[in-house]
């Protein structure tokens, strides 16, 4: 947001969006040092989700889906780190890159033409790639991104309303309730920018959004990898790493000689 006296190793600010953090505070190298930092968590948890998706014998939709938390993370990071224009992008492209991606696993369990879909949506992300980079949407970005992300909502309580696990069910309201903290940590941190920044301590709420929404996507892997070894008849139950973290246990059905 302001600028410090710290001279900056990017250059000027090209980005199109700027957050409620001053630039350059803490490093030459990092423009915003905690919205850029607070990404880590994400990267962790992801990396949690990989290990546990391959030793559980899931699916490579799944690993794929806990790689792209980390790719996302580590373009937010990039772009927090500089607020270059081109790096703002490869933020905003995965994002949707990522819903597409969820809206597969979702959907692809039911649908009938099985190569249509995948086939659909790698067209749909590399045309709005192509489109973002000439056009660099703005406000329409945003409302695109909600757009895809509310198509993948009554699949998500489709699921909820199936699931009779007690542990599974709280891992989806850990869902809910992440995105809902997310959010208004996002719109105080954007709404409330010039109060917060004459004040002794910055709340740092789009910092706050990153860490909620790391777990928040966490949450939504772990219960989608529930439902779906559920789907499969391998009798999952849900662990806790580190005693809180949950994952989840699979016991898959011995094969008949």
């Known amino acids: ?22 630039n350059y505070t803490h490093s030459s190298y990092i423009a915003e040092f905690y919205n850029t930092i607070s990404n880590v968590p994400c990267i962790l948890l992801a990396l949690i989700g990989i290990a546990n ?4 014998g ?6 794929v889906l806990h790689l792209s938390n980390m790719i996302l993370a ?8 500089t607020l270059q224009l081109i790096l703002q992008q490869s933020d905003e492209t995965p994002m949707v890159w ?3 991606l969820y809206m597969y696993v979702l959907y692809s369990p039911d649908w009938h033409y099985r190569s249509t879909m995948p086939t659909f949506l790698v067209l749909y992300g590399a045309s709005f790639a192509a489109l973002h980079f000439f056009f660099r949407f703005g406000v329409m970005f945003k ?7 509310l198509i993948c909502l009554p699949r998500m309580y489709k699921y909820y309303i199936q699931i009779k696990d007690r542990a599974a069910k709280r891992i989806a309201k ?3 309730m992440t995105i809902l903290l997310a ?6 941190d954007r709404a409330f920018c010039k109060k917060m920044t004459g004040w002794y301590i910055n709340p740092q709420g789009h910092a706050l959004w990153h860490v909620l929404m790391g777990f928040n996507s966490y949450f939504a892997n772990t219960f989608l990898m529930f439902c779906r070894a559920q789907q499969l008849g391998w009798d999952p139950c849900i662990g806790r790493l580190f005693g809180f973290l949950p994952y989840v246990k699979i016991c898959k059905p011995k094969k008949k000689d």
């Open 174 to 176: 850990l869902y809910v």
């Open 98 to 100: 990522e819903i597409l």
């Open 183 to 188: 959010s208004v940590c996002w719109v105080v």
């Open 58 to 63: 899931f699916e490579k939709r799944f690993t």
């Open 53 to 56: 998706a391959v030793r559980q």
């Open 143 to 149: 409302l695109h991104y909600i757009g895809l992300s």
């Open 1 to 22: 947001m302001n600028e410090s006296v710290i001279a900056s190793f990017w250059g000027p600010v090209t980005s199109t969006t700027e957050l409620c953090e001053a």
């Open 74 to 81: 580590i373009g937010n990071m990039l772009f927090h780190a």
